[in-house]
Structure formats: C-alpha cells, structure tokens
C-alpha cells in the first residue's frame, strides 16, 4: 500500500486503497480501518482530529477525505462571487 501525505490527487489515493482492499475481499469497516496504515504528514493528523465515530462507511470516510480538494475554486469563480 502507497503512503499519502496531503500531497497530490486524493481520489486517485482512495481508489488505489479501494483496489488494494477489495483485492483481499476487505469489508467496509475493515477498509476504514486498514486505509488509515496509508496516511503520514498531514493527512495521518487530519485522521487523528476527526471526532470518534464520526465516519460510518467507507463512502463517507472517501467524501470526508476528498472534500477540501474538491471545494477548491479558481480564481476565475471567485470573482463571480458578489
């Protein structure tokens, strides 16, 4: 399994994972628990601060993980914005 800092593309990570895992037939819960041997910087402490039974699927746990990335806007959307 590939180590993820924050760096790069965070759905290709997920899916990397998901293939690994669905691989050695991972169930969801498990799948949570094992993508977390992947992360180091600051994803490793962007996992540690998420609250304690926070994250119910691996959906939720992918949409959690990629969310900051897929929020980005360019500049060009920005100035739209009155």
Same mark, same amino acid.
């Given at each position: 399994?590939?180590?993820?800092?924050?760096?790069?593309?965070?759905?290709? @990570?997920?899916? @990397?994972?998901?293939?690994?895992?669905?691989? @050695? /037939?991972? /169930?969801?819960?498990?799948?949570?628990?094992?993508?977390?041997?992947?992360?180091?910087?600051?994803?490793?402490?962007?996992?540690?601060?998420?609250?304690?039974?926070?994250?119910?699927?691996?959906?939720?746990?992918?949409?959690?993980?990629?969310?900051?990335?897929?929020?980005?806007?360019?500049?060009?959307?920005?100035?739209?914005?009155?």
């Amino acid at each position: 399994m590939e180590f993820y800092d924050g760096t790069g593309d965070p759905d290709e @990570h997920v899916e @990397h994972i998901d293939i690994v895992l669905n691989y @050695h /037939q991972g /169930q969801e819960a498990v799948k949570c628990k094992l993508s977390v041997l992947s992360l180091k910087g600051a994803k490793m402490t962007w996992f540690k601060g998420l609250e304690n039974d926070s994250i119910d699927s691996w959906k939720e746990l992918y949409d959690e993980f990629t969310f900051r990335r897929r929020n980005v806007k360019s500049m060009a959307v920005l100035n739209t914005i009155i």
